[in-house]
Antibody
Protein backbone atom coordinates (compact mmCIF):
# COMPACT_ATOMS: atom_id res chain seq x y z
CA UNK A 1 0.00 0.00 0.00
CA UNK A 2 1.37 3.39 -1.02
CA UNK A 3 1.81 5.72 1.93
CA UNK A 4 3.16 9.25 2.21
CA UNK A 5 3.51 10.74 5.69
CA UNK A 6 4.43 14.38 6.17
CA UNK A 7 5.89 15.84 9.33
CA UNK A 8 7.61 18.97 10.56
CA UNK A 9 4.82 21.51 10.33
CA UNK A 10 4.16 24.07 13.03
CA UNK A 11 4.08 27.74 13.94
CA UNK A 12 6.92 29.94 12.75
CA UNK A 13 7.44 33.70 12.66
CA UNK A 14 7.68 35.63 9.40
CA UNK A 15 11.23 35.47 8.10
CA UNK A 16 11.84 32.16 9.84
CA UNK A 17 12.65 28.71 8.53
CA UNK A 18 11.09 25.28 8.72
CA UNK A 19 11.94 21.87 7.28
CA UNK A 20 9.22 19.47 6.27
CA UNK A 21 9.77 15.76 5.79
CA UNK A 22 7.87 13.18 3.79
CA UNK A 23 8.33 9.48 4.52
CA UNK A 24 7.27 7.20 1.68
CA UNK A 25 6.51 3.50 1.66
CA UNK A 26 4.80 0.88 -0.47
CA UNK A 27 6.54 1.70 -3.75
CA UNK A 28 10.00 2.11 -5.30
CA UNK A 29 10.73 5.65 -4.19
CA UNK A 30 13.64 6.28 -6.54
CA UNK A 31 11.46 5.55 -9.59
CA UNK A 32 9.05 8.39 -8.96
CA UNK A 33 8.77 12.13 -9.20
CA UNK A 34 7.52 13.59 -5.91
CA UNK A 35 5.73 16.94 -5.70
CA UNK A 36 4.87 19.25 -2.82
CA UNK A 37 1.41 20.81 -3.14
CA UNK A 38 -0.05 23.25 -0.61
CA UNK A 39 -3.48 24.48 0.33
CA UNK A 40 -4.00 27.72 2.23
CA UNK A 41 -6.89 27.69 4.74
CA UNK A 42 -10.19 27.69 2.86
CA UNK A 43 -8.41 28.03 -0.48
CA UNK A 44 -7.53 25.86 -3.47
CA UNK A 45 -4.51 23.77 -4.34
CA UNK A 46 -1.17 25.24 -5.36
CA UNK A 47 1.84 23.36 -6.71
CA UNK A 48 5.00 24.21 -4.74
CA UNK A 49 7.76 22.17 -6.34
CA UNK A 50 9.02 18.87 -7.68
CA UNK A 51 11.83 16.38 -7.24
CA UNK A 52 12.32 14.22 -10.30
CA UNK A 53 13.46 10.62 -10.08
CA UNK A 54 16.87 8.96 -10.21
CA UNK A 55 16.74 8.53 -13.99
CA UNK A 56 16.31 12.29 -14.28
CA UNK A 57 19.11 13.03 -11.86
CA UNK A 58 16.81 14.14 -9.06
CA UNK A 59 16.45 17.53 -10.69
CA UNK A 60 14.08 20.01 -9.07
CA UNK A 61 11.56 22.63 -10.17
CA UNK A 62 9.80 25.29 -8.14
CA UNK A 63 6.77 27.52 -8.41
CA UNK A 64 7.62 31.18 -8.94
CA UNK A 65 6.07 32.05 -5.57
CA UNK A 66 8.67 30.00 -3.65
CA UNK A 67 11.69 29.95 -5.95
CA UNK A 68 14.82 31.07 -4.16
CA UNK A 69 13.27 30.52 -0.73
CA UNK A 70 12.32 26.81 -0.77
CA UNK A 71 14.59 23.87 -1.51
CA UNK A 72 13.58 20.27 -2.16
CA UNK A 73 15.93 17.40 -1.43
CA UNK A 74 15.55 13.66 -1.11
CA UNK A 75 17.29 10.69 0.46
CA UNK A 76 16.40 7.55 -1.42
CA UNK A 77 18.19 5.40 1.20
CA UNK A 78 15.55 6.58 3.67
CA UNK A 79 12.69 6.82 1.17
CA UNK A 80 12.32 10.41 2.26
CA UNK A 81 11.75 13.80 0.70
CA UNK A 82 12.39 17.14 2.35
CA UNK A 83 11.20 20.70 1.88
CA UNK A 84 13.46 23.35 3.38
CA UNK A 85 11.49 26.59 3.67
CA UNK A 86 13.39 29.82 4.38
CA UNK A 87 12.34 33.47 4.55
CA UNK A 88 8.81 32.39 5.29
CA UNK A 89 5.95 34.80 4.66
CA UNK A 90 2.44 34.91 6.10
CA UNK A 91 1.13 33.86 2.69
CA UNK A 92 3.03 30.57 3.00
CA UNK A 93 0.54 29.49 5.68
CA UNK A 94 -1.01 26.30 4.36
CA UNK A 95 -1.36 22.57 4.65
CA UNK A 96 1.57 21.07 2.75
CA UNK A 97 0.96 17.77 0.97
CA UNK A 98 3.60 15.34 -0.25
CA UNK A 99 2.38 13.67 -3.43
CA UNK A 100 3.51 10.88 -5.76
CA UNK A 101 3.56 11.65 -9.47
CA UNK A 102 3.06 9.21 -12.36
CA UNK A 103 3.52 9.93 -16.03
CA UNK A 104 5.09 13.29 -15.09
CA UNK A 105 1.71 14.99 -14.94
CA UNK A 106 -0.61 13.04 -12.64
CA UNK A 107 -0.57 13.00 -8.85
CA UNK A 108 -1.94 9.59 -7.92
CA UNK A 109 -1.32 9.55 -4.16
CA UNK A 110 -1.46 12.25 -1.53
CA UNK A 111 -0.22 12.30 2.04
CA UNK A 112 -2.44 13.55 4.84
CA UNK A 113 -0.61 16.87 4.94
CA UNK A 114 1.13 18.94 7.58
CA UNK A 115 0.05 22.44 8.63
CA UNK A 116 2.50 25.32 8.45
CA UNK A 117 1.42 28.56 10.11
CA UNK A 118 3.50 31.68 9.57
CA UNK A 119 2.49 34.32 12.06
CA UNK A 120 3.94 36.70 14.61
CA UNK B 1 -6.31 33.79 -9.21
CA UNK B 2 -6.05 30.23 -10.55
CA UNK B 3 -4.72 29.46 -14.02
CA UNK B 4 -7.65 27.13 -14.66
CA UNK B 5 -11.16 28.49 -14.18
CA UNK B 6 -13.89 26.57 -12.40
CA UNK B 7 -17.29 27.70 -11.16
CA UNK B 8 -17.05 28.10 -7.36
CA UNK B 9 -20.16 26.05 -6.68
CA UNK B 10 -22.54 23.48 -8.10
CA UNK B 11 -25.49 21.61 -6.67
CA UNK B 12 -27.96 18.85 -7.39
CA UNK B 13 -30.44 16.53 -5.78
CA UNK B 14 -29.86 12.82 -5.23
CA UNK B 15 -30.09 10.87 -8.48
CA UNK B 16 -29.49 13.89 -10.69
CA UNK B 17 -26.65 14.39 -13.16
CA UNK B 18 -24.26 17.26 -12.47
CA UNK B 19 -21.47 18.64 -14.64
CA UNK B 20 -18.44 20.59 -13.41
CA UNK B 21 -16.44 22.53 -15.97
CA UNK B 22 -12.82 23.64 -16.16
CA UNK B 23 -11.54 26.23 -18.60
CA UNK B 24 -7.95 26.87 -19.56
CA UNK B 25 -5.83 27.89 -22.53
CA UNK B 26 -3.65 26.50 -25.29
CA UNK B 27 -0.62 26.33 -22.98
CA UNK B 28 -2.35 24.01 -20.53
CA UNK B 29 -5.58 22.14 -21.28
CA UNK B 30 -5.23 22.73 -25.01
CA UNK B 31 -2.07 20.65 -25.20
CA UNK B 32 -2.17 18.35 -22.18
CA UNK B 33 -4.45 15.84 -20.54
CA UNK B 34 -6.61 16.79 -17.57
CA UNK B 35 -6.92 15.19 -14.15
CA UNK B 36 -9.66 15.63 -11.56
CA UNK B 37 -9.36 15.40 -7.79
CA UNK B 38 -12.06 14.98 -5.16
CA UNK B 39 -11.53 16.45 -1.70
CA UNK B 40 -14.03 15.34 0.90
CA UNK B 41 -14.45 17.68 3.89
CA UNK B 42 -11.44 17.63 6.18
CA UNK B 43 -9.46 15.16 4.08
CA UNK B 44 -6.64 15.16 1.54
CA UNK B 45 -7.50 15.24 -2.16
CA UNK B 46 -7.91 11.96 -4.00
CA UNK B 47 -7.37 11.23 -7.69
CA UNK B 48 -10.78 10.86 -9.33
CA UNK B 49 -10.04 10.97 -13.06
CA UNK B 50 -6.82 11.01 -15.09
CA UNK B 51 -5.89 11.44 -18.75
CA UNK B 52 -9.18 13.27 -19.38
CA UNK B 53 -11.50 10.30 -19.00
CA UNK B 54 -9.78 7.43 -17.20
CA UNK B 55 -11.04 6.27 -13.83
CA UNK B 56 -8.59 4.89 -11.27
CA UNK B 57 -9.48 1.56 -9.74
CA UNK B 58 -12.24 1.96 -7.17
CA UNK B 59 -13.84 5.09 -8.65
CA UNK B 60 -17.48 4.39 -9.49
CA UNK B 61 -18.63 4.47 -13.11
CA UNK B 62 -20.99 7.31 -12.19
CA UNK B 63 -18.03 9.61 -12.68
CA UNK B 64 -16.93 10.46 -16.21
CA UNK B 65 -14.61 13.00 -17.77
CA UNK B 66 -14.18 14.68 -21.12
CA UNK B 67 -12.03 17.30 -22.80
CA UNK B 68 -12.61 19.50 -25.83
CA UNK B 69 -10.18 22.16 -26.96
CA UNK B 70 -9.19 24.26 -23.97
CA UNK B 71 -11.98 23.06 -21.68
CA UNK B 72 -12.69 19.93 -19.69
CA UNK B 73 -15.68 18.58 -17.80
CA UNK B 74 -16.41 16.16 -15.01
CA UNK B 75 -19.87 14.60 -14.96
CA UNK B 76 -21.45 12.84 -12.03
CA UNK B 77 -24.60 10.84 -12.71
CA UNK B 78 -26.88 9.30 -10.10
CA UNK B 79 -25.71 11.91 -7.59
CA UNK B 80 -25.30 10.63 -4.03
CA UNK B 81 -24.93 12.43 -0.72
CA UNK B 82 -21.37 11.14 -0.34
CA UNK B 83 -20.41 13.00 -3.52
CA UNK B 84 -20.61 16.28 -1.58
CA UNK B 85 -17.03 17.55 -1.83
CA UNK B 86 -14.68 19.99 -3.51
CA UNK B 87 -13.58 19.06 -7.02
CA UNK B 88 -10.38 20.33 -8.63
CA UNK B 89 -9.18 20.05 -12.21
CA UNK B 90 -5.47 20.00 -12.97
CA UNK B 91 -3.12 19.79 -15.92
CA UNK B 92 0.43 20.66 -16.98
CA UNK B 93 1.15 24.20 -18.14
CA UNK B 94 3.83 24.45 -20.83
CA UNK B 95 4.43 28.16 -20.20
CA UNK B 96 4.78 27.87 -16.43
CA UNK B 97 6.58 24.52 -16.73
CA UNK B 98 4.61 23.03 -13.88
CA UNK B 99 1.22 21.62 -12.94
CA UNK B 100 -1.67 24.00 -12.44
CA UNK B 101 -4.97 23.61 -10.65
CA UNK B 102 -8.42 25.09 -10.96
CA UNK B 103 -9.81 27.06 -8.05
CA UNK B 104 -12.13 24.22 -7.13
CA UNK B 105 -15.88 23.65 -7.31
CA UNK B 106 -17.82 22.98 -4.14
CA UNK B 107 -20.54 20.44 -4.91
CA UNK B 108 -23.57 20.46 -2.64
CA UNK B 109 -26.09 17.62 -2.66
CA UNK B 110 -29.43 19.15 -1.71
Amino acid sequence: EVQLVESGGGLVQPGGSLRLSCAASGFTFSDHYIDWVRQAPGKGLEWVGRSRNKVNSYSTEYAASVKGRFTISRDDSKNSLYLQMNSLKTEDTAVYYCTRVVGATTVDYWGLGTLVTVSS
Amino acid sequence: QSVLTQSPSASGTPGQRVTISCSGSSSNIGGNSVNWYQQLPGTAPKLLMYSNNQRPSGVPGRFSGSKSGTSASLAISGLQSEDEADYYCSTWDDSLNGPVFGGGTKLTVL
